[in-house]
């Protein structure tokens, strides 16, 4: 069973940061790219950025480039996204998802292509 655990969100304020992290379990992610999504309150969802696990090749976002940066360890079967300069317009339930296919369809779908599996959410805050 594929099992994805989302963590590390919480309020900050303004121009802080935060470090997400997504573990997953049941699954070999070697051949998998995994992506973060967001939905804010009455907004559909966006994508923010994907990793291919094979290679490391990134994507992102235009909202989030150049502040969020993804990342992951093949040994613990583990992404992240490290978060900076935090803006208010950031707040939003953060997803992680994975599936194999491409990263550019994923994120600029929002996830509607190419992602098979979806963890449950992390609520990230941006407010002074």
């Known amino acids: 069973q594929v099992r994805l655990v989302e963590s590390g969100g919480g309020l900050v304020q303004p121009g802080g940061s935060l470090r997400l992290s997504c573990a997953a379990s049941g699954i070999t992610l070697d051949y998998y790219v995994m992506g973060w999504f967001r939905q804010a309150p009455g907004k559909e969802r966006e994508g923010v950025s994907c990793?291919?696990?094979?290679?490391?090749?990134?994507y992102y976002g235009d909202s989030v480039k150049g502040r969020f940066t993804i990342s992951r360890d093949n040994t613990e079967n583990t992404m992240y996204l490290q978060m900076n300069s935090l803006k208010p317009e950031d707040t939003a339930v953060y997803y992680c998802?994975?599936?194999?296919?491409?990263?550019?369809?994923?994120?600029?779908?929002?996830?509607?292509?190419?992602?098979?599996?979806w963890g449950k959410g992390t609520l990230v805050t941006v407010s002074s």
């Open positions: 990793i291919r696990n094979r290679d490391g090749s990134t």
């Open positions: 998802a994975t599936g194999v296919g491409h990263c550019a369809l994923a994120v600029d779908s929002a996830g509607e292509y190419d992602m098979n599996y």
